[in-house]
């Protein structure tokens, strides 16, 4: 009996950390993902929609970003993963009716045995005298006495989108 619940809890667990956004992300917002994807995958390694997570924000007056973490996995055929931040900027066509999305830049930001993102609970704020923009991302570390896909250690991930690239500040 304690082996079933053992079990039952590994797969909870496994699932809540690849639990969907709360919101839906638009298909032409989907699209882009799926190319990069494509891209950043070996031979082997495959999206994992179901983990795709999306946030629609503000960051001035009349700019809108989408920013999104997404999954691929199986690199080398093997049984790990990495997750990824895109950074994308929203635009319509002219009539307003097309929306489109425009890769800003993309970077790994976990994976297994690192660290895991499980909501997309990011802060972005820009400065308009240096035009670059800071992203903070909650998110959990794999610890000491932590399994390598069951990170626990809470963490922040602090980004910087400056002259067009994504960086990590204070990155060990």
Same mark, same amino acid.
């Given at each position: %009996? +304690?082996?079933?619940?053992?079990i039952?809890?590994?797969?909870?667990?496994s699932?809540?950390?690849?639990?969907?956004?709360?919101?839906?992300a $638009?298909? $032409?917002?989907i699209?882009?993902?799926e190319r990069l994807?494509?891209?950043?995958?070996?031979?082997y390694?495959?999206?994992?929609?179901?983990?795709?997570?999306?946030? %629609?924000?503000?960051?001035?007056?009349g700019?809108?970003?989408?920013?999104?973490?997404?999954t691929?996995?199986?690199?080398?055929?093997?049984?790990?993963?990495?997750?990824?931040?895109? %950074?994308?900027?929203?635009?319509?066509?002219?009539?307003g009716?097309?929306?489109?999305?425009?890769l %800003?830049?993309?970077?790994?930001?976990?994976?297994k045995g690192?660290?895991?993102?499980?909501?997309?609970?990011?802060?972005?704020?820009?400065? $308009?005298?240096?035009?670059?923009?800071?992203?903070?991302?909650?998110?959990?570390?794999?610890?000491?006495?932590?399994? +390598?896909?069951? $990170?626990?250690k809470?963490?922040?991930?602090?980004?910087?989108l400056?002259n067009?690239?994504?960086?990590?500040?204070g990155k060990?």
């Amino acid at each position: %009996m +304690p082996f079933r619940l053992l079990i039952a809890l590994l797969f909870a667990t496994s699932t809540a950390m690849a639990a969907p956004a709360t919101e839906t992300a $638009p298909k $032409p917002l989907i699209d882009q993902v799926e190319r990069l994807t494509e891209l950043l995958r070996d031979p082997y390694a495959v999206g994992y929609p179901k983990a795709t997570l999306f946030k %629609m924000l503000s960051p001035q007056k009349g700019e809108q970003v989408a920013l999104t973490v997404f999954t691929v996995e199986g690199f080398g055929g093997g049984n790990n993963h990495t997750q990824y931040f895109a %950074m994308f900027s929203y635009e319509t066509d002219e009539d307003g009716k097309r929306p489109h999305y425009t890769l %800003m830049d993309v970077i790994p930001i976990g994976g297994k045995g690192w660290r895991g993102v499980t909501s997309l609970a990011a802060k972005l704020v820009r400065d $308009p005298k240096t035009h670059t923009a800071e992203i903070t991302i909650p998110a959990l570390e794999v610890g000491p006495d932590d399994a +390598p896909n069951f $990170p626990s250690k809470r963490t922040t991930i602090k980004l910087v989108l400056k002259n067009g690239r994504l960086a990590e500040v204070g990155k060990p």
